[in-house]
C-alpha cells in the first residue's frame, strides 16, 4: 500500500460529451458540495476541520485524499500533481504561533503553497455526518440497522442518523473470533494490527463501531446492549475498566481494538467518490486518487515473550 495511490475512477455517465472540454471547479465550489455531504455544523466544538490553505477562487482538477496531511503524503500529492489535498485529520488543531519551514507543520503548509495546492480537512463532521466514517465501516463489516451510538446534538437531518459511531446487527450471529477476523482482513495492514478482548467462542451480533479514537463511548456502547465493540486506540485505563465492567455482569461489551489511521482510511474512496458525484451533479468534473501512504506511525511490533 505504501507508496502507491488509489485512482478513483471519473463516472463514465456525466453532462459532458467525448469532445466537450470538462469544466474544473473552483476550490469554493468543491468547499460548497462538502459541506452539503459533510456539514461544519456537526463538527465538534474543539475540532478545526475546513480550509487550511488556499484560495476559495483557484481552479481545481485533481484531489487527492489522505488521512493524515504529514510530509510523505504532501510530497505525494505534489508529485501527482494535485491542486487540493483533502484529509481526515487536522493540520493546525492547537494553537499555531508560526508556520515557519523550520518545523514539520512549517514545511507542509510551504509545500502546499510553493505548489499551488490547497489543504481542507473533513475531520469529526466526516465522523458524524450519514455516509461517513462509521457508517463505511459498519457497512464493510456487514452490520444492518444502523443507528448512531452517540447521536449529534446539531443533526442536520430530519431522520437524525446523524452521529458519532454507530450500531447495528450482523445478518448472522458469528464467533468473536471470526468476527475479529473479519475486522482484520477488510482492514489496511498495518504493524499493530488487531486487538481482541474476550472469549474466542463467544457470539455477537449487535456490533458498535467508532472509527478513530473511541473509548470516551463506553456508556453509549453499554447503553446500546452491544456485544462488541470495535474502535481504535484504546487505552490501558478505560479498556481495562470497561473489561471489569463486563465481567461483572455478561462478560459484553466485548472489544476490538485497531489502528486508528487503519479505521479512518476506510472511508477515504468512499469520501472521494460521493464527492466526485456530487460535482458532476453540478456540472464539474475532477480527477481523484486516494493515497495509499500508510500514516500509522508504528513501523514494527515484538509479540510474545523473550526467556533468553
Partial sequence: MAGMSVTVDPSPS????????????????????????WPGSLAESWDASGLVAGR??????????????????????????????????PLLLRAVHSVAGTHAKGEVV??????????????????SAVGGVSDVIAEILGLQGLRPLSPSRSSTDATHEEGIGRVGE??????????????????????????VAGDPDALVRTVAV???????????????????????????????????T?????????????????????????????LERLLEDNGFSVEMAVSGVVTDPWDFILVGRNDG
Fill in 246 to 274: 463486563a465481567l461483572h455482569a455478561d462478560g459484553r461489551p466485548y472489544l476490538v481494538d485497531v489502528s486508528h489511521f487503519a479505521s479512518e482510511w476506510l472511508w477515504l474512496p468512499a469520501g472521494a467518490h460521493a
Fill in 110 to 127: 510551504h509545500t502546499l503553497i510553493e505548489h499551488g495546492c490547497a489543504l481542507v480537512t473533513a475531520h469529526t463532521n466526516a465522523d
Fill in 56 to 89: 476559495p477562487d483557484q481552479p481545481v482538477s485533481r484531489i487527492h485524499w489522505a488521512v493524515d496531511p504529514v510530509s510523505a503524503v504532501v510530497a505525494e500529492a505534489v508529485d501527482q500533481g494535485a491542486d487540493l489535498l483533502i484529509t481526515h485529520h
Fill in 210 to 244: 467508532c472509527g478513530g479514537a473511541g473509548d470516551s463511548l463506553f456508556d453509549q456502547v453499554r447503553a446500546a446492549d452491544a456485544d462488541v465493540y470495535v474502535t481504535a486506540d484504546l487505552r490501558h485505563h478505560p479498556a481495562s475498566e470497561a473489561r471489569e
Fill in 14 to 37: 456525466g453532462p459532458f460529451s467525448e469532445s466537450s472540454e470538462p469544466r474544473r471547479p473552483l476550490l469554493r465550489d468543491v468547499l460548497e458540495c462538502m459541506e452539503q455531504l
Fill in 170 to 195: 450482523l445478518e448472522t450471529p458469528l464467533r468473536l473470533a471470526e468476527f475479529a477476523e473479519r475486522v482484520h482482513v477488510n482492514l489496511p495492514a498495518v504493524a499493530s494490527g488487531v486487538r
